[in-house]
Protein backbone atom coordinates (compact mmCIF):
# COMPACT_ATOMS: atom_id res chain seq x y z
CA UNK A 1 0.00 0.00 0.00
CA UNK A 2 1.60 3.34 -1.11
CA UNK A 3 0.78 6.31 1.22
CA UNK A 4 1.19 9.91 0.63
CA UNK A 5 0.59 12.31 3.38
CA UNK A 6 0.06 15.80 2.66
CA UNK A 7 1.23 17.75 5.85
CA UNK A 8 3.73 16.97 7.84
CA UNK A 9 2.49 18.49 11.56
CA UNK A 10 1.25 17.10 14.90
CA UNK A 11 -1.32 14.11 13.05
CA UNK A 12 0.13 14.45 9.36
CA UNK A 13 3.54 13.35 10.94
CA UNK A 14 2.17 11.18 13.63
CA UNK A 15 -0.02 9.16 11.19
CA UNK A 16 2.98 9.14 8.37
CA UNK A 17 5.01 7.58 11.16
CA UNK A 18 2.86 5.18 12.50
CA UNK A 19 1.59 3.99 8.48
CA UNK A 20 4.71 3.56 7.78
CA UNK A 21 5.48 1.40 10.87
CA UNK A 22 2.75 -0.59 9.63
CA UNK A 23 4.60 -1.55 7.01
CA UNK A 24 3.36 0.89 4.16
CA UNK A 25 5.21 2.82 2.71
CA UNK A 26 4.73 6.46 3.00
CA UNK A 27 5.60 9.57 1.48
CA UNK A 28 5.19 12.67 3.93
CA UNK A 29 4.98 15.89 1.93
CA UNK A 30 5.36 19.36 3.17
CA UNK A 31 5.76 22.97 1.93
CA UNK A 32 7.38 24.69 4.88
CA UNK A 33 11.05 23.89 4.02
CA UNK A 34 12.13 24.34 7.40
CA UNK A 35 9.85 21.60 9.12
CA UNK A 36 11.05 19.57 6.08
CA UNK A 37 15.07 20.31 6.32
CA UNK A 38 14.72 19.50 10.03
CA UNK A 39 12.59 15.98 8.87
CA UNK A 40 15.21 14.88 6.30
CA UNK A 41 17.78 15.43 9.03
CA UNK A 42 15.63 13.40 11.46
CA UNK A 43 14.67 15.79 13.71
CA UNK A 44 11.05 15.74 14.42
CA UNK A 45 9.78 19.23 14.24
CA UNK A 46 7.16 18.84 16.72
CA UNK A 47 7.46 17.70 20.11
CA UNK A 48 5.54 14.25 20.86
CA UNK A 49 7.00 11.75 23.01
CA UNK A 50 8.26 8.35 21.16
CA UNK A 51 8.21 10.31 17.44
CA UNK A 52 11.64 10.28 16.78
CA UNK A 53 12.24 6.86 17.50
CA UNK A 54 9.75 5.84 15.53
CA UNK A 55 10.45 8.23 12.45
CA UNK A 56 13.96 6.95 12.34
CA UNK A 57 13.24 3.65 12.42
CA UNK A 58 10.82 3.37 9.23
CA UNK A 59 12.89 6.17 7.39
CA UNK A 60 15.89 3.24 8.13
CA UNK A 61 13.73 0.55 6.52
CA UNK A 62 13.19 3.26 3.71
CA UNK A 63 9.40 2.87 4.27
CA UNK A 64 9.14 6.56 5.40
CA UNK A 65 10.64 9.31 2.74
CA UNK A 66 10.56 13.27 3.78
CA UNK A 67 9.95 15.03 0.57
CA UNK A 68 8.49 18.17 -1.49
CA UNK A 69 8.49 16.21 -4.49
CA UNK A 70 4.57 16.43 -4.40
CA UNK A 71 4.30 15.12 -7.85
CA UNK A 72 5.77 11.85 -7.68
CA UNK A 73 4.12 10.79 -4.42
CA UNK A 74 0.51 11.63 -5.73
CA UNK A 75 1.13 9.68 -8.82
CA UNK A 76 2.67 6.99 -6.95
CA UNK A 77 0.08 6.73 -4.11
CA UNK A 78 -2.91 4.51 -3.28
CA UNK A 79 -4.19 6.89 -1.01
CA UNK A 80 -3.75 10.29 -0.79
CA UNK A 81 -4.22 11.92 3.06
CA UNK A 82 -5.11 15.51 3.31
CA UNK A 83 -3.78 16.59 7.46
CA UNK A 84 -3.04 19.85 6.72
CA UNK A 85 -4.12 22.78 9.01
CA UNK A 86 -7.88 23.82 9.30
CA UNK A 87 -7.46 26.73 11.70
CA UNK A 88 -9.88 29.24 12.89
CA UNK A 89 -11.04 31.45 9.87
CA UNK A 90 -10.34 35.36 11.41
CA UNK A 91 -13.07 37.24 11.81
CA UNK A 92 -16.15 35.28 11.90
CA UNK A 93 -14.76 31.67 13.64
CA UNK A 94 -15.72 29.27 10.57
CA UNK A 95 -12.97 26.85 9.69
CA UNK A 96 -10.33 28.42 7.63
CA UNK A 97 -10.04 25.51 4.17
CA UNK A 98 -7.43 27.62 2.63
CA UNK A 99 -4.95 24.89 3.40
CA UNK A 100 -7.32 21.96 2.06
CA UNK A 101 -8.21 23.64 -1.44
CA UNK A 102 -4.85 24.09 -1.94
CA UNK A 103 -3.53 21.32 -1.28
CA UNK A 104 -6.50 19.70 -3.15
CA UNK A 105 -6.04 22.14 -6.33
CA UNK A 106 -2.21 20.93 -6.07
CA UNK A 107 -2.81 17.21 -5.96
CA UNK A 108 -5.36 17.23 -8.57
CA UNK A 109 -2.86 18.17 -11.46
CA UNK A 110 -0.77 14.73 -10.42
CA UNK A 111 -3.33 11.85 -10.09
CA UNK A 112 -2.92 9.15 -12.22
CA UNK A 113 -4.84 5.80 -11.68
CA UNK A 114 -7.45 5.54 -9.24
CA UNK A 115 -6.71 7.06 -6.17
CA UNK A 116 -8.25 7.57 -2.73
CA UNK A 117 -8.46 11.30 -1.35
CA UNK A 118 -9.09 11.68 2.17
CA UNK A 119 -9.35 13.88 4.83
CA UNK A 120 -7.72 13.57 8.21
CA UNK A 121 -7.68 17.07 8.53
CA UNK A 122 -10.81 17.91 10.77
CA UNK A 123 -13.58 19.74 8.03
CA UNK A 124 -16.62 21.22 8.39
CA UNK A 125 -19.81 18.65 7.03
CA UNK A 126 -19.65 18.74 3.09
CA UNK A 127 -16.24 19.57 2.39
CA UNK A 128 -15.32 16.01 1.28
CA UNK A 129 -18.34 16.90 -1.42
CA UNK A 130 -17.05 20.29 -2.27
CA UNK A 131 -13.05 18.31 -2.97
CA UNK A 132 -15.00 15.78 -5.18
CA UNK A 133 -16.55 18.82 -7.13
CA UNK A 134 -13.30 21.05 -7.25
CA UNK A 135 -11.45 17.70 -8.37
CA UNK A 136 -13.92 17.13 -11.38
CA UNK A 137 -13.76 20.31 -12.36
CA UNK A 138 -9.65 20.25 -12.64
CA UNK A 139 -9.45 17.00 -13.75
CA UNK A 140 -12.58 15.73 -15.54
CA UNK A 141 -10.82 13.02 -16.58
CA UNK A 142 -9.32 11.89 -12.71
CA UNK A 143 -10.40 8.22 -11.26
CA UNK A 144 -10.68 9.65 -7.92
CA UNK A 145 -13.00 8.91 -4.52
CA UNK A 146 -12.92 10.78 -1.83
CA UNK A 147 -13.69 9.88 1.81
CA UNK A 148 -13.62 11.68 5.19
CA UNK A 149 -11.58 10.02 7.40
CA UNK A 150 -11.14 11.68 10.89
CA UNK A 151 -8.72 11.52 13.46
CA UNK A 152 -9.29 11.27 17.16
CA UNK A 153 -5.30 11.39 18.16
CA UNK A 154 -4.63 13.97 20.93
CA UNK A 155 -1.28 15.43 21.29
CA UNK A 156 0.96 14.22 24.07
CA UNK A 157 -0.06 10.51 23.48
CA UNK A 158 -0.24 10.51 19.67
CA UNK A 159 1.19 6.82 19.39
CA UNK A 160 -0.82 5.33 21.54
CA UNK A 161 -3.70 6.84 20.56
CA UNK A 162 -3.07 6.50 16.63
CA UNK A 163 -2.35 2.93 17.14
CA UNK A 164 -5.18 1.81 19.91
CA UNK A 165 -8.12 3.98 19.13
CA UNK A 166 -11.78 3.54 20.07
CA UNK A 167 -12.53 3.54 16.71
CA UNK A 168 -11.14 4.33 13.07
CA UNK A 169 -14.41 5.79 10.84
CA UNK A 170 -14.62 6.17 7.44
CA UNK A 171 -16.77 8.17 5.32
CA UNK A 172 -17.44 7.02 2.18
CA UNK A 173 -20.05 5.20 -0.39
CA UNK A 174 -17.86 3.95 -2.76
CA UNK A 175 -17.23 0.42 -2.98
CA UNK A 176 -13.48 0.43 -4.38
CA UNK A 177 -12.43 3.22 -1.82
CA UNK A 178 -14.19 0.93 0.84
CA UNK A 179 -11.93 -1.82 -0.35
CA UNK A 180 -8.21 0.36 0.01
CA UNK A 181 -9.42 1.46 3.48
CA UNK A 182 -10.29 -1.63 4.71
CA UNK A 183 -6.70 -3.51 3.73
CA UNK A 184 -5.00 0.35 5.17
CA UNK A 185 -6.26 -0.05 8.25
CA UNK A 186 -6.16 -4.14 8.58
CA UNK A 187 -3.11 -3.85 10.87
CA UNK A 188 -5.10 -1.84 13.60
CA UNK A 189 -8.64 -4.00 13.53
CA UNK A 190 -6.46 -7.31 13.69
CA UNK A 191 -5.81 -6.23 16.73
CA UNK A 192 -9.14 -5.11 17.83
CA UNK A 193 -9.80 -1.98 16.82
CA UNK A 194 -12.92 -1.59 14.95
CA UNK A 195 -13.36 0.00 11.36
CA UNK A 196 -16.34 1.64 11.13
CA UNK A 197 -17.46 2.61 7.47
CA UNK A 198 -20.69 5.40 7.49
CA UNK A 199 -21.76 8.59 5.11
CA UNK A 200 -19.10 10.99 4.66
CA UNK A 201 -21.06 13.46 6.14
CA UNK A 202 -21.85 11.22 9.63
CA UNK A 203 -18.05 11.15 9.51
CA UNK A 204 -17.46 14.84 9.52
CA UNK A 205 -20.13 15.67 11.76
CA UNK A 206 -18.82 12.70 14.27
CA UNK A 207 -15.25 14.70 14.37
CA UNK A 208 -16.81 17.60 15.73
CA UNK A 209 -19.68 16.32 17.57
CA UNK A 210 -16.69 14.10 19.46
CA UNK A 211 -14.42 16.77 20.37
CA UNK A 212 -17.81 19.46 20.94
CA UNK A 213 -19.11 16.70 23.41
CA UNK A 214 -15.51 16.61 25.76
CA UNK A 215 -15.32 20.19 25.24
CA UNK A 216 -18.65 20.09 27.14
CA UNK A 217 -17.78 17.32 29.91
CA UNK A 218 -14.97 19.85 31.18
CA UNK A 219 -16.61 22.72 31.45
CA UNK A 220 -19.10 20.78 33.05
CA UNK A 221 -16.93 19.96 35.45
CA UNK A 222 -15.68 23.67 35.93
CA UNK A 223 -18.88 24.43 36.81
CA UNK A 224 -19.12 22.11 39.43
CA UNK A 225 -15.28 22.81 40.24
CA UNK A 226 -17.28 26.19 41.03
CA UNK A 227 -19.97 24.91 42.76
CA UNK A 228 -17.96 22.79 45.04
CA UNK A 229 -15.63 25.93 46.30
CA UNK A 230 -19.20 27.78 46.77
CA UNK A 231 -20.62 24.94 49.46
CA UNK A 232 -17.54 23.16 50.39
CA UNK A 233 -17.58 19.85 48.35
CA UNK A 234 -14.76 18.30 46.90
CA UNK A 235 -14.62 18.49 42.93
CA UNK A 236 -12.35 15.00 42.54
CA UNK A 237 -14.61 13.15 45.15
CA UNK A 238 -17.86 14.41 42.95
CA UNK A 239 -16.14 13.97 39.97
CA UNK A 240 -14.87 10.19 41.33
CA UNK A 241 -18.35 9.34 42.25
CA UNK A 242 -19.80 10.55 39.29
CA UNK A 243 -17.42 9.27 36.58
CA UNK A 244 -17.84 4.72 37.84
CA UNK A 245 -21.20 5.87 36.43
CA UNK A 246 -20.51 4.00 32.97
CA UNK A 247 -22.83 5.98 31.26
CA UNK A 248 -21.11 9.34 32.78
CA UNK A 249 -18.05 7.84 32.37
CA UNK A 250 -14.16 8.89 34.38
CA UNK A 251 -12.85 10.02 31.43
CA UNK A 252 -12.12 13.96 30.86
CA UNK A 253 -13.84 14.87 34.11
CA UNK A 254 -10.55 17.16 35.60
CA UNK A 255 -11.17 20.63 36.50
CA UNK A 256 -8.94 23.50 35.47
CA UNK A 257 -8.00 26.52 33.74
CA UNK A 258 -10.52 25.76 30.79
CA UNK A 259 -9.65 23.63 27.62
CA UNK A 260 -7.20 24.68 25.36
CA UNK A 261 -5.01 23.25 21.81
CA UNK A 262 -5.72 23.28 18.24
CA UNK A 263 -8.76 21.97 18.42
CA UNK A 264 -11.12 22.23 20.83
CA UNK A 265 -11.64 26.20 20.81
CA UNK A 266 -11.45 26.48 16.52
CA UNK A 267 -13.76 22.98 16.33
CA UNK A 268 -16.38 24.16 18.91
CA UNK A 269 -15.99 27.48 16.82
CA UNK A 270 -16.92 26.09 13.87
CA UNK A 271 -19.56 23.50 15.11
CA UNK A 272 -20.96 26.69 16.68
CA UNK A 273 -21.32 28.75 13.40
CA UNK A 274 -22.04 25.68 10.73
CA UNK A 275 -24.92 25.27 12.99
CA UNK A 276 -26.34 28.18 12.95
CA UNK A 277 -25.91 28.39 9.30
CA UNK A 278 -28.28 25.21 8.91
CA UNK A 279 -30.19 26.67 11.02
CA UNK A 280 -29.90 23.97 13.84
CA UNK A 281 -28.06 26.24 16.64
CA UNK A 282 -26.63 24.36 19.15
CA UNK A 283 -27.26 26.18 22.10
CA UNK A 284 -25.68 24.30 24.60
CA UNK A 285 -22.23 24.25 22.34
CA UNK A 286 -22.58 27.61 22.12
CA UNK A 287 -22.55 28.34 26.22
CA UNK A 288 -19.52 25.88 26.08
CA UNK A 289 -17.30 28.25 23.92
CA UNK A 290 -18.66 31.44 25.87
CA UNK A 291 -18.08 29.59 29.55
CA UNK A 292 -14.66 28.64 28.50
CA UNK A 293 -13.27 31.79 27.52
CA UNK A 294 -14.51 33.48 31.14
CA UNK A 295 -12.83 30.73 32.38
CA UNK A 296 -9.41 31.58 31.53
CA UNK A 297 -10.01 35.11 32.40
CA UNK A 298 -11.21 34.23 35.84
CA UNK A 299 -8.23 32.33 36.66
CA UNK A 300 -6.11 35.09 36.52
CA UNK A 301 -8.49 36.99 38.91
CA UNK A 302 -8.15 33.50 41.28
CA UNK A 303 -4.74 34.20 41.47
CA UNK A 304 -5.01 37.93 42.43
CA UNK A 305 -7.23 37.23 44.93
CA UNK A 306 -4.95 34.43 46.11
CA UNK A 307 -2.21 37.30 46.05
CA UNK A 308 -4.06 39.51 48.61
CA UNK A 309 -6.34 41.22 46.29
CA UNK A 310 -3.50 42.54 43.50
CA UNK A 311 -0.50 41.61 41.92
CA UNK A 312 0.93 45.05 41.24
CA UNK A 313 4.41 45.40 41.98
CA UNK A 314 4.36 41.26 42.66
CA UNK A 315 5.85 38.68 41.06
CA UNK A 316 3.97 35.72 39.47
CA UNK A 317 6.25 32.13 38.80
CA UNK A 318 4.32 30.16 36.31
CA UNK A 319 5.00 26.78 36.02
CA UNK A 320 3.87 25.36 32.88
CA UNK A 321 2.61 26.95 29.52
CA UNK A 322 1.32 24.72 26.93
CA UNK A 323 -2.13 23.84 26.80
CA UNK A 324 -1.32 20.51 28.42
CA UNK A 325 1.48 18.28 29.27
CA UNK A 326 4.12 16.18 26.94
CA UNK A 327 3.44 18.78 23.63
CA UNK A 328 5.29 22.05 23.14
CA UNK A 329 1.93 23.43 21.51
CA UNK A 330 0.93 26.86 22.38
CA UNK A 331 -2.60 26.87 20.44
CA UNK A 332 -4.76 28.58 22.56
CA UNK A 333 -3.04 27.75 25.61
CA UNK A 334 -4.98 28.84 28.66
CA UNK A 335 -1.77 30.87 29.75
CA UNK A 336 -1.89 32.77 27.23
CA UNK A 337 -5.22 34.90 28.62
CA UNK A 338 -3.76 34.07 31.84
CA UNK A 339 -0.04 35.95 31.55
CA UNK A 340 -0.75 38.98 29.66
CA UNK A 341 -3.83 39.44 32.34
CA UNK A 342 -1.27 39.45 34.72
CA UNK A 343 0.88 41.55 33.39
CA UNK A 344 -1.62 44.12 32.56
CA UNK A 345 -2.69 44.12 36.54
CA UNK A 346 0.94 45.26 36.99
CA UNK A 347 2.41 41.73 37.96
CA UNK A 348 6.22 40.62 36.69
CA UNK A 349 5.84 36.93 35.55
CA UNK A 350 8.46 34.45 35.27
CA UNK A 351 8.16 31.30 33.65
CA UNK A 352 9.30 27.96 32.73
CA UNK A 353 7.88 24.57 30.45
CA UNK A 354 9.59 22.07 29.58
CA UNK A 355 9.16 21.98 25.93
CA UNK A 356 7.28 25.04 25.53
CA UNK A 357 9.36 28.03 25.83
CA UNK A 358 10.21 28.04 21.95
CA UNK A 359 6.66 28.26 20.49
CA UNK A 360 6.04 30.37 23.57
CA UNK A 361 8.53 33.19 23.73
CA UNK A 362 7.22 35.39 21.05
CA UNK A 363 3.76 35.09 22.21
CA UNK A 364 4.42 36.16 25.65
CA UNK A 365 6.13 38.97 25.81
CA UNK A 366 7.85 40.65 28.77
CA UNK A 367 7.82 36.91 30.56
CA UNK A 368 11.27 36.07 32.31
CA UNK A 369 12.26 32.41 30.94
CA UNK A 370 13.55 30.17 33.42
CA UNK A 371 15.15 27.16 33.09
CA UNK A 372 13.57 25.37 36.26
CA UNK A 373 10.66 25.61 38.43
CA UNK A 374 13.21 26.30 41.03
CA UNK A 375 14.66 29.09 39.22
CA UNK A 376 10.63 30.43 38.32
CA UNK A 377 10.25 30.60 42.26
CA UNK A 378 13.19 32.56 43.08
CA UNK A 379 12.16 36.13 44.25
CA UNK A 380 8.19 35.09 43.60
CA UNK A 381 5.68 35.84 45.38
CA UNK A 382 2.74 33.27 44.15
CA UNK A 383 3.63 30.41 42.43
CA UNK A 384 1.14 29.08 39.40
CA UNK A 385 0.57 25.93 38.31
CA UNK A 386 -0.86 26.08 35.03
CA UNK A 387 -0.10 22.86 33.54
CA UNK A 388 0.13 19.67 34.86
CA UNK A 389 3.77 18.50 33.55
CA UNK A 390 4.74 15.16 35.82
CA UNK A 391 7.87 16.86 37.37
CA UNK A 392 5.21 19.86 38.82
CA UNK A 393 3.71 17.13 40.38
CA UNK A 394 7.06 16.08 42.65
CA UNK A 395 8.74 19.56 43.23
CA UNK A 396 10.44 20.10 46.24
CA UNK A 397 8.01 22.32 48.20
CA UNK A 398 10.82 23.33 51.01
CA UNK A 399 13.12 24.28 48.32
CA UNK A 400 10.30 26.30 46.18
CA UNK A 401 9.51 28.10 49.60
CA UNK A 402 12.71 28.67 50.53
CA UNK A 403 13.77 30.59 47.17
CA UNK A 404 10.09 32.42 47.37
CA UNK A 405 9.58 35.92 48.50
CA UNK A 406 6.16 35.41 49.19
CA UNK A 407 4.63 31.96 50.38
CA UNK A 408 1.33 31.42 48.69
CA UNK A 409 0.53 28.74 45.12
CA UNK A 410 -1.84 28.60 43.45
CA UNK A 411 -2.89 24.95 41.53
CA UNK A 412 -4.58 25.39 38.41
CA UNK A 413 -4.56 21.58 37.84
CA UNK A 414 -4.78 19.83 41.49
CA UNK A 415 -1.50 18.50 41.39
CA UNK A 416 -0.53 18.95 44.43
CA UNK A 417 -1.60 18.23 48.15
CA UNK A 418 -3.30 20.72 49.95
CA UNK A 419 -2.40 19.36 53.40
CA UNK A 420 1.09 18.61 52.36
CA UNK A 421 1.07 22.04 50.91
CA UNK A 422 -0.35 23.70 54.05
CA UNK A 423 1.90 21.67 57.06
CA UNK A 424 4.57 23.95 55.60
CA UNK A 425 3.35 27.12 55.72
CA UNK A 426 2.34 28.26 52.27
CA UNK A 427 -1.19 29.35 51.55
CA UNK A 428 -3.07 27.26 48.80
CA UNK A 429 -5.40 27.81 45.88
CA UNK A 430 -6.47 24.73 44.07
CA UNK A 431 -9.89 24.32 42.30
CA UNK A 432 -13.57 23.04 43.85
CA UNK A 433 -11.39 21.61 46.82
CA UNK A 434 -14.08 22.32 49.02
CA UNK A 435 -12.37 23.86 52.09
CA UNK A 436 -9.18 23.75 50.32
CA UNK A 437 -9.57 25.32 47.49
CA UNK A 438 -8.17 28.81 49.07
CA UNK A 439 -6.38 28.04 52.80
CA UNK A 440 -4.31 30.80 54.94
CA UNK A 441 -0.86 29.64 55.83
CA UNK A 442 -1.00 27.84 58.96
CA UNK A 443 2.43 27.86 59.77
P1 LIG B 1 -0.17 21.54 11.92
O1 LIG B 1 -0.30 22.99 11.72
O2 LIG B 1 0.69 21.01 13.01
O3 LIG B 1 0.36 20.86 10.56
C1 LIG B 1 -0.09 21.17 9.30
C2 LIG B 1 1.08 20.98 8.33
O4 LIG B 1 0.61 21.08 6.98
C3 LIG B 1 2.19 22.04 8.46
O5 LIG B 1 3.43 21.40 8.62
C4 LIG B 1 2.13 22.79 7.13
O6 LIG B 1 3.40 23.27 6.71
C5 LIG B 1 1.59 21.74 6.20
N1 LIG B 1 0.94 22.23 4.98
C6 LIG B 1 -0.01 23.19 4.86
N2 LIG B 1 -0.39 23.32 3.57
C7 LIG B 1 0.33 22.40 2.86
C8 LIG B 1 0.38 22.04 1.49
N3 LIG B 1 -0.41 22.63 0.56
N4 LIG B 1 1.24 21.08 1.10
C9 LIG B 1 2.04 20.47 2.01
N5 LIG B 1 2.03 20.77 3.33
C10 LIG B 1 1.18 21.72 3.74
O7 LIG B 1 -1.65 20.98 12.09
P2 LIG B 1 -2.15 19.72 12.94
O8 LIG B 1 -2.22 20.04 14.38
O9 LIG B 1 -1.38 18.51 12.50
O10 LIG B 1 -3.66 19.59 12.42
C11 LIG B 1 -3.95 19.18 11.11
C12 LIG B 1 -5.43 18.85 11.03
O11 LIG B 1 -5.71 17.72 11.86
C13 LIG B 1 -6.36 19.95 11.53
O12 LIG B 1 -7.52 19.95 10.74
C14 LIG B 1 -6.70 19.53 12.94
O13 LIG B 1 -7.97 20.02 13.36
C15 LIG B 1 -6.75 18.03 12.80
N6 LIG B 1 -6.46 17.31 14.03
C16 LIG B 1 -5.44 17.71 14.85
C17 LIG B 1 -5.14 17.00 16.01
C18 LIG B 1 -4.03 17.43 16.94
O14 LIG B 1 -3.92 16.85 18.01
N7 LIG B 1 -3.21 18.42 16.59
C19 LIG B 1 -5.88 15.84 16.31
C20 LIG B 1 -6.92 15.44 15.44
C21 LIG B 1 -7.19 16.18 14.31
C1 LIG C 1 -8.32 16.69 21.63
C2 LIG C 1 -9.13 15.39 21.70
O1 LIG C 1 -8.95 14.78 22.97
C3 LIG C 1 -8.69 14.41 20.60
O2 LIG C 1 -9.52 13.26 20.63
C4 LIG C 1 -8.83 15.09 19.25
O3 LIG C 1 -8.36 14.26 18.21
C5 LIG C 1 -8.02 16.37 19.26
O4 LIG C 1 -8.47 17.24 20.33
C6 LIG C 1 -8.21 17.12 17.98
O5 LIG C 1 -9.24 17.07 17.36
O6 LIG C 1 -7.24 17.78 17.63
P1 LIG C 1 -5.89 17.45 22.40
O7 LIG C 1 -6.38 18.83 22.10
O8 LIG C 1 -4.57 17.04 21.87
O9 LIG C 1 -6.95 16.36 21.89
O10 LIG C 1 -5.78 17.28 23.98
P2 LIG C 1 -6.81 16.89 25.16
O11 LIG C 1 -6.15 15.92 26.02
O12 LIG C 1 -8.14 16.57 24.66
O13 LIG C 1 -6.89 18.28 25.97
C7 LIG C 1 -7.52 19.43 25.43
C8 LIG C 1 -7.66 20.49 26.50
O14 LIG C 1 -8.62 20.10 27.49
C9 LIG C 1 -6.36 20.77 27.27
O15 LIG C 1 -6.25 22.16 27.50
C10 LIG C 1 -6.57 20.03 28.58
O16 LIG C 1 -5.84 20.59 29.66
C11 LIG C 1 -8.05 20.20 28.78
N1 LIG C 1 -8.64 19.15 29.64
C12 LIG C 1 -8.69 17.86 29.20
C13 LIG C 1 -9.16 19.49 30.88
O17 LIG C 1 -9.13 20.67 31.29
N2 LIG C 1 -9.73 18.51 31.64
C14 LIG C 1 -9.79 17.22 31.23
O18 LIG C 1 -10.34 16.38 31.97
C15 LIG C 1 -9.26 16.89 29.98
Same mark, same amino acid.
Given at each position: ?????????????????????????????????????????????????????????????????????????? !????? $? #?? &? %???????? *? /?? !????? $? #?? &? %???????? *? /????????STVPVGTSREIERR?????????????????????????QDFTHPDRVLVGTD??????????????????????????????????????????????????????????????????????????????????????????????????????????????????????????????????????????????????????????????????????????????????????????????????????????????????????????????????????????????????????????????????????????????
Amino acid at each position: MKICMIGAGYVGLVSAACFSDFGWTVNCVDNDPSRLAALKAGQSPIYEPGLEALMERNVKAGRLVFTDDLKTSV !ANADV $V #FL &A %VGTPMRRG *D /GY !ADLSY $V #FS &A %VEETAQYL *D /GFTVITTKSTVPVGTSREIERRLKAKRPDADVAVCSNPEFLREGSAIQDFTHPDRVLVGTDDPRARDVMERLYKPLALRGSPVMFVERESAELAKYAANAFLALKISFINEIADVCEAVGADVQEVASAIGRDRRIGDKFLHPGPGYGGSCFPKDVSALVRTAREARAPVSIIEQVERVNHERKLAMAVRIEAAAGGSVRGKTVAILGVTFKPNTDDMRDAPSLLIVPMLQERGATVRACDPQGRKQAEPMLPGVTWCESADEAATGADVLVIVTEWNEYRALNLEAIKSRMSGSTIVDLRNVLDPAAVRELGIAYTGIGRGRHTASQKSG
